[in-house]
């Protein structure tokens, strides 16, 4: 209880200032009467009676100060002091204030909005109840093993699902989804390619997610494979597609031309797990109605994403121990396989090797902006430097009557800080109100073949947190050098004035110097690696992937339902038909396309030697080499024959031919396959009878991967897509391909597009990391010259004086310019050396990024500094020139 | 005229609060009981009792009471706390200075 009487004593203090202030005084008061009246009783005049007195009590002003510190809290008194008196000294020196807020603004933000992209990107839980109980199950494989991925190679199969989701001790709950199906067909006649997911049937459970209609999946859902043919759609595919059916329930719909049974709607605003909206979901056991292979059944087969809800209490290292039993046990069945689990906290994007990627790019992109903010901090620095020296006469007189220097840094810090609170809270609103529009722009604007993206990147605690934070840092790091070298002088001179002129005592000359090396340097190091970088983007635009593709249209299709001898038949009409179309003149088959993002692997073993060897391949008509521009170098491309009999021919690349047979033919050689489960040798030979030029056809950047063609085989044929040449216009073909499918059969989703579209798909990436560049390089360029041009015609204005006298002792006006110049100029070469080398260090890391670029691109490591020397230049020359035209005996008098 | 520093100001707060003890004072018979109890040794400024009043009185050891005696003076007096955080150092004090006489 005695603290809070106390606290209430202090809040007192506070607010009941005046009053105390004369009170005291009142009391001192009466004591001194009393001791005069005591001294005169003595027997003392007045007059000593009186200075007896004021003696013996001591120094009445500094005692009712010592007295007035005991009062409320001193600390807060004196930052509420701080804080009004910065407030007021910005105030007063508007055009100061402005750019120096504006600078902070333009670094904090450009920070803030970064940093809230990558949140929403690999920050952010799930938006589902109770996030932070929920983490993300992933498997690394060790060791020499077989391993059938169809999707993401770290996911599990159906039964090891089953295994986990029984033999935890650390889950409330376990699920099972597999992410991205998508373009599956909705309805019968004219289909609509939606995405959908296949999950364990206590998804919605685990998740806590509740249906806004009917109901979600039971465990009897998923008793067994096939069935329970049930759906749960979106919020947004129920109202565009059903129009917002309040009786959808029960009604039966067509997906991938199956019968489903809607059982209910999830909740507005739920959209699935990853990045891509997911607009109906399906019990896992449906699967194979879904996609037409059947993976429920393969053990070892990589194709399911696990999430598990923790029980309350249990921490993620016991997560950890007690699946790590369970994959050890599952490891004895693979003899010569490891595997580690890795197991976080779940995250919008979250699965392990995206994150490393984003996390890897992330922290580039932020140490990018970090250096932005760190120009910009130079530039207020020395902005605050050249306001101190203003008030140099003051801080010193302080000084010298005792004034604390503690006291008086901590005051220039809080106006620091109070310059770092503005900008930064103006800079990151701006960067979260133009963040959404940009992601919006982005979204908007993604090429073909792009799936329509959630992306949410409002701002939330992290973020804040991560602004506030940067405010604090920028303040202190910008503020605390001025501050402490203002306060630490020559009294004397300062008192006296002589603040400029004398050649050596210039105030702050060095630290200045040193601040704009800085911002040279960094400057250049990020404009440089700017520059290189979008050299080298600009060289993989025009890079040529090693195929044609003018001209060139894709169709691509799947035929569900369709048995072996139906999916020849509808192969072969629509080639007949796309054939006929104008201007048709080549049509072809491929089961991948070139750069499609769909890659086949396989594993061969070269016939006669032990070791067995992966390849990617692909399977094609025998005109394919030919429309795509791809020489065939040595032997020839399959016959008809071939095809027609099945026979185990291959073509292989220039660098297979190379790798697996230096310095011999490759003609005439055989690959013999390889089980991929079992690993034992299968019964095929095939014999090479094609070397076909290297082309970029899996991977823009690299063509010399081990890769291999082969015919189409009478089961492969239904697989199979379409490739088009036509010198007609390519809307028309694009149309007339569409118009073909659709006779032949009405319920079929096919995507027919340009196939110099993949290519486009490849660099959108590349353009957007180079239009980031080169942003953040003007923005940094533009920092770095208004801080140049700032602290150089104040250095020069600064010696005006030392050029008047120069001049009066016969110095003529060249001289001078030379002179102010040279000592202008010296702290920018000094920094564009010191980026230069930085930067060799820098372009170093990038190298792995660069296309085709030296990094050591003599354009970008020229053209930059002579660019900043030049800013420099101009920003000397005309003070400089100004200077030696006064008259000398203005510039003498000038203060 | 030295001024109590850091270390001294401990004891010398219990010497105010002893002070005190008896009735209520205001600064000035405060000063002057200090004086005479001290026997002039203890040279002290008048004036630094007051920071150290009001620090007291800011720790709620003691409490103040304007009363008019022919003018108005401020007098304080023993809070309950006061007067227990005096009993509790006149403890040890007693003990120090039996030892004190022992050795």
Redesign the interface.
């Given at each position: 209880m005695l603290w809070v009487r106390r606290f209430w004593l202090k809040l007192q203090g506070l607010f009941r200032r005046n009053r105390n202030v004369n009170r005291l005084d009142d009391e001192i008061q009466f004591h001194l009467e009393q001791q005069i009246a005591e001294n005169c009783a003595a027997g003392m005049s007045p007059h000593e009676a009186r200075y007896a007195a004021r003696r013996a009590f001591g120094n009445p002003t500094y005692l009712k100060e010592e007295t007035r510190d005991t009062w409320g809290w001193v600390w807060l008194e004196q930052i509420v002091q701080d804080l009004r008196y910065g407030a007021r000294a910005l105030s007063k020196n508007p055009s100061f204030t402005v750019v120096a807020v504006l600078a902070v603004a333009l670094g904090v933000g450009v920070n803030t909005g970064i940093f809230s992209v990558l949140n929403g990107v690999a920050l952010k839980l799930l938006p589902v109840p109770r996030a932070n109980q929920i983490v993300s199950v992933d498997q690394i494989f060790h060791g020499n093993f077989p391993r059938i991925e169809h999707g993401e190679p770290e996911m599990f199969s159906y039964s090891e699902y089953k295994n986990y989701r029984a033999n935890n001790q650390v889950f409330s709950g376990l699920l099972a989804y597999a992410p991205f199906l998508g373009d599956v067909p909705l309805g019968a006649e004219n289909p609509k390619p939606v995405m959908g997911e296949e999950t364990s049937c206590n998804f919605f459970e685990v998740l806590g997610e509740r249906p806004a209609l009917g109901r979600t999946f039971v465990e009897a859902d998923c008793r067994a494979e096939g069935v329970s043919p049930v759906v749960v759609l979106s919020d947004e595919l129920w109202r565009t597609q059903f129009g917002a059916d309040p009786r959808i329930v029960g009604k039966s719909i067509s997906l991938n031309r199956a019968k489903f049974v809607v059982i209910g709607v999830a909740g507005q605003g739920f959209r699935g797990l990853d990045a891509w909206p997911v607009e109906f979901w399906a019990p896992v056991t449906m699967e194979k109605a879904l996609e037409g292979e059947d993976l429920l059944s393969k053990d070892n087969a990589s194709w399911l994403g696990l999430l598990g809800r923790m029980r309350p209490g249990v921490s993620l290292e016991e997560v950890r121990a007690d699946l790590g039993v369970i994959a050890g046990r599952i490891d004895q069945l693979y003899p010569g396989r490891t595997t580690t689990l890795a197991i976080h906290r779940a995250t919008f994007m979250g699965r392990s090797e995206e994150r490393t990627v984003v996390f890897g790019i992330g922290a580039v992109i932020l140490a990018a902006v970090g250096l932005v903010l760190l120009i910009a901090c130079a530039n207020v620095a020395n902005l605050l430097l050249a306001r101190a020296s203003a008030r140099q006469k003051e801080i010193a007189i302080r000084l010298s009557i005792g004034g604390s220097r503690w006291r008086i840094v901590r005051q220039l810090l809080t106006e620091s800080l109070l310059i770092a609170f503005l900008g930064g809270a103006l800079g990151s609103l701006i960067a979260f109100w133009s963040v959404d529009g940009i992601a919006r722009y982005l979204l908007a604007h993604l090429p073909h073949g792009f799936p329509p993206l959630l992306w949410d990147v409002s701002p939330d605690l992290h973020v804040w947190g991560y602004s506030l934070a940067l405010m604090v840092l920028t303040g202190i790091v910008f503020g605390l050098a001025p501050a402490l070298h203002a306060t630490r002088q020559d009294l004397s001179t300062a008192v006296k004035g002589e603040t400029a002129g004398l050649p050596g005592k210039a105030r702050g000359r060095r630290l200045r110097s040193a601040l704009v090396a800085v911002q040279v340097a960094v400057c250049m190091v990020l404009l440089i690696a700017a520059g290189l970088l979008m050299r080298s983007l600009y060289s993989a635009q025009t890079v040529d992937p090693g195929f044609e593709m003018k001209g060139i249209i894709q169709a691509r299709y799947e035929l569900p339902g369709y048995n072996v001898a139906a999916g020849q038949t509808f192969q072969r009409e629509l080639v007949a038909r796309a054939q006929a179309l104008p201007g048709v003149d080549e049509v072809e088959q491929a089961r991948v396309m070139p750069l499609g993002n769909q890659n086949m692997h396989t594993v061969m073993t070269p016939q006669g030697e032990k070791r067995y060897k992966s390849f990617e391949f692909n399977i094609v008509s025998p005109g394919f080499f030919g429309m795509l521009g791809m020489p065939i170098v040595r032997g020839r491309t399959f016959t008809q024959a071939e095809v027609q009999s099945d026979a185990p021919v291959l073509v292989i690349t220039e660098s297979t031919a190379r790798r697996l047979w230096p310095d011999q033919d490759a003609i005439g050689k055989s690959l013999r396959e390889v089980n991929a489960l079992s690993q034992d040798l299968g019964p095929r030979v095939y014999q090479v009878v094609g070397v076909v030029k290297d082309a970029q056809v899996s991977h823009l950047g690299q063509s010399d991967g081990p890769f291999f063609y082969m015919p189409a085989g009478p089961e492969e044929l239904a697989a199979m897509q379409l490739l088009v040449h036509s010198k007609a216009s390519d809307v028309t073909t694009i149309n007339g391909i569409r118009e073909a499918v659709r006779i032949l059969d009405a319920g079929l989703v096919v995507d027919v597009t340009e196939l110099s579209g993949n290519l486009e798909l490849w660099r959108t990436p590349s353009r957007i990391v180079a239009a980031l560049s080169g942003v953040l390089g003007a923005l940094a360029l533009l920092l770095a010259s208004i801080g140049v041009h700032g602290v150089v015609s104040y250095g020069v204005s600064q010696r005006t004086r030392e050029i008047g006298i120069r001049m009066t002792l016969g110095a003529n006006g060249g001289d001078v310019m030379i002179l102010a110049l040279r000592q202008a100029l010296r702290p920018v070469v000094i920094g564009a050396s010191v980026g230069i080398i930085a930067c060799a260090a820098v372009s170093q890391v990038l190298s792995t990024v660069l296309y085709g670029i030296g990094s050591h691109d003599p354009i970008a490591f020229i053209g930059v500094p002579l660019f900043l020397l030049g800013v420099a230049f101009l920003s000397s020359y005309l003070p400089a020139r100004r200077a030696s035209r006064f008259d000398p005996m203005v510039t003498l008098r000038y203060e | 005229?030295a001024k109590p520093n850091d270390l001294v100001q401990g004891t010398f707060d219990l010497l105010l609060l002893k002070t005190l003890s008896l009735e209520p004072k205001?600064?000035?018979a405060i000063?002057k009981r200090i004086q005479q109890i001290s026997r002039e040794v203890l040279q002290v400024?008048?004036?630094?009792l007051?920071?150290a009043l009001?620090?007291l009185?800011?720790?709620?050891l003691i409490k103040a009471k304007?009363k008019e005696t022919g003018?108005?003076?401020?007098f304080y007096s023993l809070t309950a706390?006061g007067r227990a955080e005096l009993e509790k150092e006149a403890e040890i004090g007693v003990v120090c200075r039996r030892r004190i006489i022992w050795s």
């Open positions: - | 005229m205001h600064g000035w000063a400024q008048q004036g630094s007051y920071p009001h620090r009185e800011q720790k709620a304007w003018r108005q003076a401020k706390a």
